[in-house]
């Protein structure tokens, strides 16, 4: 059973920095690009950044360039995304998933930017 398991979100302030992980279980993780997502209540999902089997293929979305950093550990089968210089339209719950999403999402982890 494929598990995507999002942690890492919580409380910030206007300019502060969070690490998100995702930790992934019950597929090859090593052969998949992956996503990061987000979704704020009332608006459609969108993807944030995206990396692909062997870590060469790295994309952003145009607001988050150059502000956070996608990254994997395949001997931990985990994803992260560390996110720079947050600010409140950051706020969202963040999601990870295959590209394009192959999987049951998870919960999420919420992130809160306080102006």
């Known amino acids: 059973q494929v598990q995507l398991v999002e942690s890492g979100g919580g409380l910030v302030k206007h300019g502060g920095s969070l690490r998100l992980s995702c930790a992934v279980s019950?597929?090859?993780?090593?052969?998949?690009?992956l996503n990061w997502y987000r979704q704020t209540p009332g608006r459609h999902i969108e993807l944030v950044a995206s990396?692909?089997?062997?870590?060469?293929?790295?994309n952003y979305s145009p607001p988050v360039m150059a502000l956070f950093t996608i990254s994997r550990d395949d001997s931990k089968n985990t994803l992260y995304l560390q996110m720079n210089t947050l600010n409140p339209e950051d706020t969202s719950n963040y999601f990870c998933?295959?590209?394009?999403?192959?999987?049951?999402w998870g919960q999420g982890t919420q992130v809160i930017v306080s102006s």
């Open positions: 998933n295959t590209n394009p999403p192959m999987y049951s």
């Open positions: 019950g597929f090859t993780f090593s052969a998949k690009t």
């Open positions: 990396i692909s089997e062997d870590g060469e293929s790295i």
